[in-house]
């Protein structure tokens, strides 16, 4: 049985995630409302999202799907991962400024709960504390999640390790309420989204099938505890009842659009040669320039820059051979991580995707088609290598521990030497812990001094659309126009034809085509019949002209945009034009 952690261990180690967190984006902390780490590309969107959820909870709980995005289609708030498990925080605070620090802090809070998350599950496998310090490190800041931090769902995996590390230590002490607590964690890991969910699901799958052929191959049987039974019955229960409903208006969008579906052509774009798993960001203080002639040889950067960190590697090598777990758990560990880096590298688009695993996986496993790009395999494969890592770090400690530092050995008391071990093994791990942090690193050392990771500025919304009729449509459309226009509608949440999804409704791609050249009479005509009473266009990036008389619009210029009103004659109420 493992022991209780130390409440002063966990103290700290919350205390220094929260603290590391902060200082690998700083400063964002210092713009909290401002400014999104990464870029003003999909922080946006997702930032809308969890705004979104806070405001469905709180008035429209029973259509939480249908938001004010893609006007008329139903179910629009699924059309890509919709960050349900942060809509808690959506309900703290309304309006522009606080949708973006509220991103601002779940970003840093995915962060610490990756570390956390990883150095309990290591603790819990038979780590000491520094060494389990080195696995968070390393799961939560390995050098290819750098090119992530503009996808909350991808860097929100603390869910991951602390579903395990809750399941592992209710089973091992008989703790049934830490057993229901574990699938209900892996229930709120799937409410972020089914990218990493998925993962969790089948892990969990495979974990349980693994322990169930144990159990029923030993001789005698184990007698089971129907007090734990019991409540992996209830967590069970739970988290397939979450999935089921969470993946009802998923399964009804693929309905209501084909285009939706995830193509074997989508996934093998996504997917990439083995040596993608060289190339670390651009942004990646250490590897990012010497990786970049091959980074520029890949076709979709973001999602195939694979590189876990060498620092991380040697000492998951190095773990294979540590005494910290048993000799089936590195094995599993080892096994696992060729497996996962198989799958990272997902298939090719000719006959030779028969021969990658990814490929059966995508054929055969329910709900993987829908997942498009491999390389967020590497979150379970990070997690392997993390944990190796840390085992290896415990190894190399223990070494230094026993030389008792560098340097010649000076004879006096044993008292003292003792301290001087412990010194020695407290410098070593928290150099480790140094390196790994220091090789994913986005800060920049060039120029006059340090800067950190990117963390650019949120445009505010012009003060001419706010209170303005819906439903609207703004223009243009363009894909980082209709960012912008979301995180602008959390003012309020007007009805907007204007989207962000992972792919392109039919009938937002024909609103595109027909307003092309608005104020014509035909797109006038066209989105009087869809019922819009209100577009808005802003006026730095597309002309605005005076309507035709005819045409019976109404133009107003506010500052940066220009209203046009589409009369009396427009449908106010939304329809699904099915």
Do not use: C
């Not at 509220?102 to 496998?125: C, I, M, P, S």
């Not at 066209?526 to 109404?554: C, E, M, Q, S, Y």
């Amino acid at each position: 049985m493992s022991p209780a952690l130390p409440r002063r261990e966990v103290a700290l180690l919350a205390l220094g995630a929260v603290v590391v967190a902060v200082a690998m984006h700083w400063p964002l902390v210092l713009h909290l409302g401002q400014d999104v780490p990464r870029d003003v590309g999909d922080p946006l969107s997702q930032a809308w999202q969890v705004a979104w959820g806070g405001h469905a909870l709180a008035s429209q709980p029973l259509d939480y799907f249908q938001s004010n995005q893609f006007w008329p289609l139903r179910d629009s708030l699924a059309f890509s991962d919709a960050l349900i498990g942060y809509a808690p925080a959506g309900m703290v605070g309304e309006g522009f400024e606080a949708a973006i620090a509220r991103y601002d802090v779940l970003f840093l809070l995915a962060y610490v709960l990756a570390f956390v998350g990883a150095h309990l599950l290591g603790r819990e496998l038979g780590l000491a504390p520094l060494p389990a310090a080195v696995a968070g490190a390393a799961y939560a800041y390995a050098p290819w999640r750098l090119e992530q931090d503009g996808h909350m769902h991808v860097i929100s995996s603390g869910g991951i390790p602390l579903t395990l590390f809750l399941l592992v230590r209710g089973y091992r002490r008989g703790r049934p309420g830490l057993v229901v607590a574990g699938w209900t964690m892996a229930a709120w890991q799937l409410a972020i989204g089914f990218s990493l969910g998925l993962q969790l699901a089948y892990l969990l799958g495979v974990l349980g099938t693994g322990w169930a052929l144990w159990w029923w191959r030993r001789r005698p049987r184990p007698r089971l505890d129907w007090r734990l039974a019991s409540a992996t019955a209830a967590g069970v229960l739970t988290f397939a009842a979450s999935a089921v409903v969470l993946a009802r208006p998923y399964l009804r969008v693929i309905d209501d659009h084909p285009e939706a579906r995830r193509s074997a052509a989508t996934v093998a774009d996504y997917s990439g040669p083995v040596w993608e798993l060289l190339v670390a960001p651009g942004e990646n203080l250490v590897w990012g320039p010497a990786t970049a002639p091959l980074r520029e040889r890949l076709n979709a950067v973001p999602e195939q820059t694979l590189f876990p960190g060498l620092t991380i590697l040697a000492l998951a090598l190095a773990g294979l051979g540590a005494a910290a777990y048993g000799q089936r758990l590195r094995l599993g560990l080892g096994a696992g991580a060729v497996l996962l880096t198989a799958l990272a590298l997902g298939f090719p688009d000719s006959w030779a995707r028969w021969l990658t695993p990814y490929w059966y996986l995508y054929e055969l496993a329910p709900g993987w088609s829908a997942i498009r790009v491999p390389g967020r395999m590497l979150t379970l494969l990070t997690l392997t290598l993390a944990l190796l890592a840390g085992a290896g770090a415990q190894r190399a400690i223990a070494r230094v521990e026993r030389r008792g530092g560098k340097g010649p050995q000076r004879p006096g008391p044993p008292a003292a030497r003792e301290r001087l071990k412990r010194l020695a093994s407290r410098a070593a791990g928290a150099t480790l812990v140094a390196l790994v942090l220091l090789e994913g690193s986005g800060w920049d050392l060039d120029g006059l001094g340090p800067k950190g990771p990117a963390h650019p500025t949120v445009p505010a919304p012009p003060p001419g659309q706010l209170a303005a009729p819906a439903p609207q449509l703004h223009l243009p459309t363009e894909p980082d126009d209709n960012r912008r226009y979301l995180i602008w509608s959390t003012e309020g949440f007007p009805k907007m034809v204007n989207g962000r999804s992972s792919f392109m409704p039919r009938q937002f791609a024909d609103v595109r085509r027909r307003t092309a050249r608005f104020p014509d009479r035909s797109s006038t005509a066209f989105l009087r019949r869809l019922g819009v009473r209100t577009v808005i266009v802003h006026l730095d990036r597309r002309d605005a002209p005076p309507p035709p008389p005819a045409l019976g619009l109404k133009r107003e210029v506010r500052g940066r945009v220009a209203l046009y009103d589409l009369g009396p004659g427009s449908r106010t109420e939304p329809r699904d034009p099915r």
